[in-house]
């Protein structure tokens, strides 16, 4: 637990604080590896465009000379003009490669990211914002693409030209090369020196971007409420106040890049004066001809661009390094089943009349950091919870508001693991099953908008992904949702709005609890909807409850007296203790937070 709660300061601190998570050079590798045949092709493309670049200046003092000497032109003009034709071709053929690679890497970290994100423990949910998360799969995977396309083959180009350059210009006058490469020189340290500034600045844009994606999925995600209390306006401030940081980012990472492209240039104009100087004076020293200079200087031209983009590209690069931090801290983290899942534990489901055992188990969520990076004392939210529930039983699990009855709920299906006791799920401690296992044993019907986004089928078939036709009518029959089927021509392809805004409360609630009966599960959880229902529907949901109570154990966190009634067993759940179990009319008599519940019929 101390581990876990030390990786959330860290993660906490992560986000707040000028030190961000960093990546490393090297990070960016896998990424390039996993692409190597387009890589190489580019880089033999590049290599081609280098070589005809550098011949073109070559082929040009040639013809300056034939010209003094009166020699006949046509051939080598003929190849000049070739090499500047086919040279072209390559640039462009060149460009498409790369960006389709760039857009493959952009592919393969979505993937890696989308593989991962799904898998996290449900306490790293708890601490991130999912608008955050979400940028970190559509924003920071981009820049990855920008270091490719912009970055790291502009560089190798770069590299081949200049280094094809120097020694044609060693050859010419290696005099003027030494003169002109000090000064190249000193403008690569500048260069160097500020552009690592911009892997910092660029996390921490990419954090303000992560930033306003949640707050805009915070407003949208509750716009009826921030609609009706008529809170649009600040709501709208909210983003735009993580807009406008993120805009200062950018601007900072534009101030940076920009003293980088004057750096060069200016290199460039100096290195340019000093080769006619001292050039100038070498030709009227009749040391080197005027031939010579003419193809030094060109050659100086050739180096000029890559040498532009070099500089470029390590500045994008390390732009992409400082989003490729956001993507790596994910990919870091440890997915749900390597944390505590013993795959090499039975899957073989004992024999035993006891479905699920809680003994002795005590619980505490994981306290969320404060805003300086320290945590707060956490808050004991189960206090030695022992209970057993028969196989085939109806088991109900009330209590007021906060004493704990969701919590039981998450550490059946193990979202989280209990501080102290154990667990069992026929008899077997549920650490020693496999999470997929045990989840495949266990339904579990949530209490808040447990339908997604799409139509009727979609929403079942989440449930068993090869269901027929006949069995989700079956499963909505038996849920009482043949109406919500006839009422719409579509029928299973109706939809039903994001979050299933279409159905009513009930209705939703019912949809999920036949989305579970599909898989047939021995055990469900049912955390019952707090909306109110109206007598008819109140009735439908009971009916629904019996149907599924049919042959199988179920446990419901019960709100609604008629739900509470006719279980096996019901527990009684106070500031996370039991404090009572047996049926109700027991209960009645021996509970007095009991009696008083169900005087007031419950809905707590
Ligand atoms: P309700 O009937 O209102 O849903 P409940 O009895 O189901 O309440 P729980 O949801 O289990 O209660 O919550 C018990 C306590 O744990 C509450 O104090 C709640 O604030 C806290 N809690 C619940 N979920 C989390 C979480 N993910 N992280 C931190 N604390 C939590």
Redesign the pocket.
Known sequence: MSMMMGRRAAAANGRGKDKGPKAKFSQLWPYLTEHKGSLVLAATLSLLGAVFSLAQPLLTGQVISAVQEGRDLVGVVSLLIALIIVSTIAGGFMYFVLTRTGEKVVLSARSKLAQRMLRLP??EY?LRRTGDLVSRVSSDTTLLRAALTQGLVDMAGGAIIFIGAVIAMAVIDPVLLGTTLLVIFSAVAAVVFTARRVRAATTKAQERVGAMSAAVERALSAVRTIRAARAEAREADAIITDATQAYKQGVEIAKISSAVAPIGGMAMNAAFIVVLGVGGYRVAAGITSVANLVTFILLLFLMMRPIGQAFGAYASTQSALGALARIQEILALPIESELGDRPESSTAKPANSTAIEFDDVHFE????PLEDGTLPEA?P??DSVSFSIERGTRVA?V????????????LVERF?EPTHGRILLDGQPVQDLTRETLREQIGYVE?DAPVLAGSLRENLLIGKADATDEELKHVLGQVNLTEVLERDERGLDAEVGENGIMLSGGERQRLAIARTLLAAPPILLL?ES?SSLDGLNEQRMREAIDAVAKNRTLIV?A?RLSTVVDSDQIIV?EN?KVIGRGTHSELVKSTPLYKELAKHQLL?
């Open positions: 449900i306490h708890d969520y994981a306290a969320v808050k939210v189960l699990i209590g007021p508001s906060g004493a704990g009855k969701s919590t039981i709920l998450s989280y209490q955390d707090t966190i709100h759940l996370g707590v």
